[in-house]
């Protein structure tokens, strides 16, 4: 059975914080792993990532894959309170039209 | 840019009535994706279409019917209403089409649905 863990699955942080997200997974016929931002409203696309190893930047937000090792990391620099929110991993297999199968969710809480 | 648009944006609904959420996806996208987020839950997807037939099928009750048209947009119908069926409705939208597809999935605002 396909299966994503996320982890942690909750954390508090100061603003100007580093953090680390992970993301484990074991899914057959794996295709890509994306990153999605959700505030309280609809998820925001952040990453996808297809390739192990190549890191995937966005101003103070990074991502990169381990396809060895199945898990990819989402890193947050110098963080602030707009960075609040839950960070959703997922994956797509190959084939067309794949849905996307969330993970639990990381919720992130970014303090003054 | 242009977004996924849903609407209606907020619907109260009494049990055992009828709703219908419509989705239209980012111009020449050709896919759309419906999902259901409950409170406190993470979406989970009900079902999908490919230039306008279901191309895969999730979660979603009996009691809902969804369709592709002619002009990509997609209405999601759904009838003896619920109390569990309040949630929160994404539809989302992609490129497949003919090559290399985006993958990524860009999702509309959702369509807040309460049961009464």
């Known amino acids: 059975e396909d299966k994503v863990v996320q982890s942690p699955l909750s954390l508090v942080v100061h603003e100007g914080d580093t953090v680390t997200l992970n993301c484990s997974y074991e899914?057959?016929?794996?295709?890509?792993l994306l990153w999605y931002k959700q505030e309280k409203k609809a998820p925001t696309f952040l990453f996808m990532l297809?390739?192990?190893?190549i890191e995937k930047k966005s101003g103070r937000l990074s991502s990169i894959l381990d396809k060895k090792e199945l898990f990819s990391i989402l890193n947050i620099t110098a963080t602030q309170t707009g960075d609040s929110a839950v960070y959703l991993c997922?994956?797509?297999?190959?084939?067309?039209?794949?849905?996307?199968?969330f993970g639990k969710g990381i919720t992130l809480s970014v303090r003054p | 840019a242009a977004g996924v648009i849903q609407s209606p944006r907020h619907l109260i609904k009494e049990k055992r009535e009828t709703a219908t959420l419509k989705c239209y996806p980012i111009?020449?996208?050709?896919?759309v994706y419906w999902y259901q987020q409950g409170p406190g839950q993470d979406p989970q997807f009900l079902i999908s279409?490919?230039?306008?037939?279901?191309?895969d099928k999730g979660s979603i009750p009996d009691r809902f019917s969804a369709q592709q048209f002619s002009d990509y947009h997609s209405e999601l119908n759904m009838s003896s209403l619920e109390l569990g069926d309040s949630a929160l409705y994404f539809c989302?939208?992609?490129?497949?089409?003919?090559?290399?597809?985006?993958?990524?999935?860009?999702f509309g605002p959702g369509t807040r649905l309460t049961v009464l």
């Open positions: 989302a939208s992609s490129y497949t089409g003919w090559g290399a597809s985006t993958d990524t999935q860009y």
């Open positions: 997922d994956y797509l297999k190959t084939g067309a039209n794949s849905k996307l199968t």
């Open positions: 297809t390739s192990s190893g």
């Open positions: 111009p020449r996208h050709d896919t």
């Open positions: 899914v057959t016929n794996f295709r890509s």
């Open positions: 279409f490919y230039e306008k037939m279901q191309s």
